[in-house]
């Protein structure tokens, strides 16, 4: 097995700055959403883990995210100062609530269903099914915007639920970040050509945010540690550790 340390992939580590232990402390919380966030493997705690407890422990904090359902950790994170939280999606419902501290990728919303049945390819189409989308995502909002009605989408406490309902014939199709969907497809153990990815409807900035608590210094060491990070490859190494190939223009 081909094996990248953490050193190969993060090279040189910055120095911590100095008076960095007299900083409160700061907590970072998510939900199970491989490959960006992955529940029960600290070996392999996703991408977006790794490189958010990286750039933290850059900053001079050691700190460990831990995992929660999605609603809960977007409830801590909005109710709590210092607590924050990835990989959030930054849009205009969510811009006045959180200090947003770090881009970390960009997402693709996209529709999936079963193979063997008509692709999700239009917008018209996907109008008249029956949809699942993750509870406390910016996905029902979404399809809101673009006309769909409410009572055709379900909301479903996790992406291991949205492949239940497909499976099951309650929903025709998957609505959500293609990465995350189809990584649990692989993850789970389900055949992914047994899935088919169809029409993006959208895309979204994913972010490292926090409703309050972070001073301007703090911020500043966070944003040097990542632009350090991009200039030397470690962030791009580090998604092809986890087998995604990003645009470019996704991770600037």
Do not use: C
């Not at 809101?144 to 949205?162: I, K, P, Y």
């Not at 500043?220 to 200039?231: F, I, K, N, S, V």
Request: avoid cysteine.
């Amino acid at each position: 097995m081909f094996f990248i340390s953490r050193r190969h992939l993060f090279g040189a580590a910055l120095a911590l700055p100095a008076g960095a232990q007299a900083t409160p402390s700061l907590r970072i919380v998510s939900g199970d959403l491989p490959p960006f966030a992955i529940e029960g493997q600290p070996g392999r705690p996703g991408v977006l883990v790794e490189l958010v407890e990286e750039l933290a422990r850059r900053a001079g904090h050691a700190v460990k995210v831990e995992f929660y359902p999605w609603a809960r950790a977007m409830q801590m994170a909005s109710a709590q100062p210092r607590v924050a939280i990835l990989p959030l999606t930054r849009t205009p419902e969510r811009e006045p609530h959180y200090q947003w501290l770090l881009k970390l990728y960009v997402q693709h919303f996209v529709f999936i269903n079963r193979a063997g049945r008509p692709p999700v390819s239009s917008l018209e189409q996907a109008k008249r099914l029956k949809l699942t989308v993750l509870r406390a995502s910016p996905n029902l909002a979404q399809l809101q915007r673009h006309g769909f009605r409410e009572e055709l989408v379900l909301q479903a406490h996790s992406v291991e639920d949205m492949l239940r309902q497909l499976e099951r014939g309650h929903v025709d199709a998957i609505y959500g970040g293609d990465v995350i969907n189809m990584d649990k497809v692989r993850g789970s153990g389900r055949d992914p050509a047994q899935f088919q990815v169809g029409l993006e409807l959208e895309s979204g900035e994913v972010w490292l945010a926090a409703s309050a608590g972070i001073d301007e210094a703090e911020l500043a060491r966070l944003q040097d540690a990542r632009q350090a990070m991009l200039r030397d490859g470690s962030i791009e190494r580090l998604f092809k550790a986890y087998g995604i190939r990003p645009r470019a223009e996704d991770l600037r």
